[in-house]
């Protein structure tokens, strides 16, 4: 069953840098069908509802970002790699959640892409911002 695997979260300072990275468990996949899929980024807070955070398309052309974090974080993509990262900067205490990665085989929508279905889902990695 493919699974989506996030990593590279941790704790980290007001004003850090965190990179996350996503990639397919299952190796087929991830060679053959991981840069067909546009892949978002979600983060939930403890009490909060799951929120969208960035989308990059399959192709990596096109990105989106919800407005509480653009300007401090990049969404990209290495397809001869496989991986999709998210590089967030000049974190604040607010960022902290679990941070998932998601994938779907239609475009991001452009800001709909948080209400649009996805096909593959991670299990998710802690992101604690400490003040």
């Known amino acids: 069953q493919v699974q989506l695997v996030e990593s590279g979260g941790g704790l980290v300072q007001v004003g850090g840098t965190l990179t996350l990275s996503c990639a397919a468990n299952?190796?087929?996949?991830?060679?053959?069908?991981?840069?067909?899929?546009?892949i978002g980024w979600f983060r939930q807070a403890p009490g909060k509802e799951r929120s969208g955070v960035s989308c990059?398309?399959?192709?990596?052309?096109?990105?989106v970002y919800s407005d509480s974090v653009k300007g401090r974080f990049t969404v990209s993509r290495d397809n001869a790699k496989n991986m999709v990262y998210l590089q967030m900067n000049s974190l604040k205490p607010e960022d902290t959640a679990v941070y998932y990665c998601?994938?779907?085989?239609?475009?991001?929508?452009?800001?709909?892409?948080?209400?649009?279905?996805?096909?593959?889902w991670g299990q998710g990695t802690q992101v604690t911002v400490s003040s």
């Open positions: 998601a994938a779907r085989s239609g475009g991001c929508g452009g800001t709909n892409y948080p209400i649009l279905p996805y096909d593959y």
């Open positions: 299952e190796p087929t996949f991830r060679a053959y069908s991981m840069g067909a899929y546009s």
């Open positions: 990059i398309t399959n192709s990596g052309g096109s990105t």
